[in-house]
């Protein structure tokens, strides 16, 4: 769907200059000023989904929210657009390219029908001569949008609004959100659950209803009404509940230029009752919805309706698992460590074995089942040790893909209980690939493809290897998926690199596997994983973590298979430490409220 990229004066504008001391900002300025800036300032109304500017326009004005909501949007390389955070009623924007006199990096669009007022960057500044407490203000205001707009945590980043929609009348909606009203409530949150009845209401209405509370319930049920229009156009997400034992009609969704629908702010929530065998796939589900993630809920159960709550709160908790060969089983003691703390793992992922991991989590396996398998894949014989005459690979891989079957079987990403994903490199298209659907143990094959160690996957036409070569550390991907807080744990800091004397007058390969045998790996298995993840930085994405673990494993290299025990004590101890010592909000989620006022 085309982006509109022009703004409309208000047809309906009232006759009256809407007053600057409406505006926090500006509302102690001397009513003189005030005056003169009016007389010079636009008053305009914004279509929801329309374009107030782009990158690279001129920034000779600054903008006011008098009601509705801007979205502001990072345009990436590839043309897709990412959500940096909301504008909302009262606030400004435009503000920092008009104050450095450069032109506008993102762009900003209009997230509903919005009203706003322009004021030329003279106009602006003759009210700050007026009064200086405005420019402080305004600067208090734009370091916080650099720090969110840095660790993406902020309130402003988050949607406030959601848009309930369910796809059944059999589907009790009102149930649904009172028990999700019930947990955010619980975390200390303000919440209203508004349905038709508010139909027609004025989009002041909307705004107090944001302003009273921290999260807005808009209740519909999918159909041509008035009503689930205006869910659609003032909804910051939609959350589309359907059930699993039943079929999407195909559109599922009426045309409509709201602005969750243009820029995919949709959700899906897959209910299933009992033993009933789904009518279709998941992703059916999700192609027809157009759905950028989706969530399980089964039955009424209260776990996953606490998650589902903790995700629209902003409080999820995403943990992400680097690759590292045999040190990635560090992360099977993090695991322990933060299930001991019952530190939720709302959103899980990874690459290369890090993926493998992550999956395991993702399955719902306990501590248990994740020792068992972990240890009969990996630590009881080495999955790596088909070795041949490299045509593509040093090993055929058969089984690497013997024992992805027996664990992972033919479960599809979509459908695991966490939420997943996998990061591998198209070597094709020459950047790194995300995985969130599709089945799983295909997903996982091409996340610990080391080139030259393991043959490549071929995925439609594209070459797919070992995530660490671009990606080992995906937490820029995690980022991406929710809006909560972030574990990190980098297993990938390796020793001292490889042994001269393995490569001094090396006998060929006969000589070899006379010496060592088939099951013992040849010096340029180690050449090859060293070559591959040689330029993976250390601090790459570590920022943007709110806890950072890096295991010590100073003699564990990424072919020590066997070193099992020792690596999972390390990431079981260096998290247990870094749980000990969290503070701040993610402390909130994990100890509670009442804990950490306490402490």
Same mark, same amino acid.
């Given at each position: 769907?085309?982006?509109?990229?022009?703004?409309?004066?208000?047809?309906?504008?009232?006759?009256?200059?809407?007053?600057?001391?409406?505006?926090?900002?500006?509302?102690?300025?001397?009513?003189?000023?005030?005056?003169?800036?009016?007389?010079?300032?636009?008053?305009?109304?914004?279509?929801?989904?329309?374009?107030?500017?782009?990158?690279?326009?001129?920034?000779?004005?600054?903008?006011?929210? +008098?009601?509705?909501?801007?979205?502001?949007?990072?345009?990436?390389?590839n043309g897709s657009m990412e959500l940096m955070g909301h504008i909302r009623s009262g606030e400004p924007v435009g503000e920092m390219s008009m104050i450095a006199g450069?032109?506008?990096?993102?762009?900003?669009?209009?997230? =509903?029908?919005?009203?706003?007022?322009?004021m030329s960057r003279s106009g602006f500044m003759q009210l700050v001569r007026s009064d200086p407490?405005? +420019?402080? $203000?305004?600067?208090?205001?734009?370091?916080?949008?650099?720090?969110?707009?840095?660790?993406?945590?902020?309130?402003?980043?988050?949607?406030?609004?959601?848009?309930?929609?369910?796809?059944?009348?059999?589907?009790?909606?009102?149930?649904?959100?009172?028990?999700l009203a019930t947990e955010l409530q619980g975390m200390g949150m303000r919440v209203a659950i508004v349905g038709e009845e508010a139909v027609g209401m004025p989009a002041a209405y909307f705004d107090e209803l944001e302003t009273r509370n921290e999260i807005?319930?808009?209740?519909?049920?999918?159909?041509d009404s008035p009503w689930f229009k205006m869910t659609q156009r003032h909804s910051d997400r939609i959350w589309l509940f359907a059930r699993s034992n039943a079929r999407p009609s195909i559109p599922l969704l009426p045309d409509?230029?709201?602005?969750?629908?243009?820029? $995919? +702010?949709?959700?899906?929530?897959?209910?299933?009752?009992?033993?009933?065998?789904?009518?279709t796939s998941t992703l059916e589900w999700k192609y027809a919805a157009e759905a950028a993630r989706v969530f399980h809920w089964n039955g009424m159960d209260e776990v996953e309706? =606490?998650?589902?709550?903790?995700?629209?709160?902003?409080?999820?908790?995403?943990?992400?698992?680097?690759?590292?060969?045999?040190?990635?089983?560090?992360?099977?003691?993090?695991?322990?460590?933060?299930?001991?703390?019952?530190c939720p793992i709302d959103f899980v992922g990874g690459s290369s074995m890090g993926?493998?991991?992550?999956?395991?989590?993702?399955?719902?396996?306990?501590?248990?089942?994740?020792?068992? $398998?972990? $240890?009969?894949?990996?630590?009881?014989?080495?999955?790596?040790?088909?070795?041949?005459?490299?045509?593509?690979?040093?090993?055929?891989?058969?089984?690497?893909?013997? =024992?992805?079957?027996e664990h992972f079987g033919d479960l599809k990403i979509e459908d695991l209980r966490v939420p997943f994903f996998a990061v591998s490199t198209n070597l094709t298209q020459g950047a790194f690939q995300v995985h969130t659907e599709g089945m799983l143990r295909e997903a996982l094959r091409a996340t610990i493809s080391l080139p030259g160690i393991l043959p490549p996957v071929v995925s439609s036409k594209q070459v797919l290897v070992d995530g660490a070569v671009l990606n080992n550390f995906p937490v820029d991907v995690m980022r991406e998926m929710h809006r909560g807080r972030i574990i990190g744990v980098d297993v990938a800091v390796a020793p001292e690199g490889l042994s001269a004397e393995d490569f001094i007058d090396p006998p060929g390969f006969i000589g070899w596997t006379l010496k060592h045998g088939f099951k013992s790996a040849p010096p340029i298995a180690n050449l090859l994983m060293r070559a591959a993840t040689i330029s993976?930085?250390?601090?790459?994405?570590?920022?943007?973590?709110?806890?950072?673990?890096?295991?010590?494993?100073?003699?564990?290299? +990424?072919?020590?298979?066997?070193?099992?025990?020792?690596?999972?004590?390390?990431?079981?101890?260096?998290?247990k430490q870094a749980l000990a010592d969290v503070k701040g909000p993610l402390a909130q989620i994990i100890r509670g409220n009442a804990a950490v006022a306490a402490e």
């Open positions: 769907m085309g982006l509109k990229t022009k703004t409309k004066v208000a047809e309906d504008a009232t006759p009256v200059f809407p007053s600057l001391r409406t505006i926090p900002f500006l509302r102690d300025a001397p009513p003189k000023a005030l005056k003169a800036a009016e007389a010079e300032a636009r008053y305009f109304g914004l279509p929801g989904g329309w374009q107030l500017f782009g990158p690279g326009d001129a920034s000779d004005q600054i903008y006011f929210v +008098l009601s509705g909501s801007l979205g502001a949007f990072r345009v990436n390389p450069e032109p506008h990096e993102n762009a900003v669009f209009a997230l =509903r029908d919005t009203e706003v007022i322009a407490a405005i +420019l402080e $203000r305004l600067t208090r205001l734009i370091m916080i949008r650099m720090r969110q707009a840095k660790k993406k945590t902020g309130r402003s980043a988050e949607p406030r609004v959601f848009g309930l929609v369910s796809t059944s009348p059999t589907i009790d909606l009102k149930q649904r959100a009172h028990a807005v319930l808009l209740l519909s049920t999918l159909g409509d230029t709201s602005p969750a629908r243009q820029f $995919r +702010l949709v959700d899906l929530v897959l209910l299933h009752h009992g033993g009933e065998r789904p009518a309706c =606490r998650g589902l709550a903790r995700t629209m709160a902003g409080k999820s908790v995403g943990v992400v698992m680097s690759g590292g060969g045999a040190r990635a089983y560090a992360h099977i003691g993090v695991i322990r460590a933060l299930r001991e703390a019952n993926a493998i991991i992550a999956a395991a989590v993702a399955c719902g396996w306990d501590d248990a089942e994740i020792d068992r $398998r972990i $240890r009969k894949a990996f630590v009881e014989s080495n999955p790596l040790s088909d070795y041949r005459l490299p045509v593509v690979g040093l090993v055929k891989g058969n089984k690497v893909d013997a =024992r992805l079957k993976m930085d250390p601090n790459k994405h570590r920022s943007l973590t709110d806890i950072l673990v890096v295991p010590q494993m100073k003699d564990i290299e +990424l072919r020590d298979w066997k070193e099992y025990d020792e690596a999972v004590e390390a990431g079981y101890n260096d998290m």
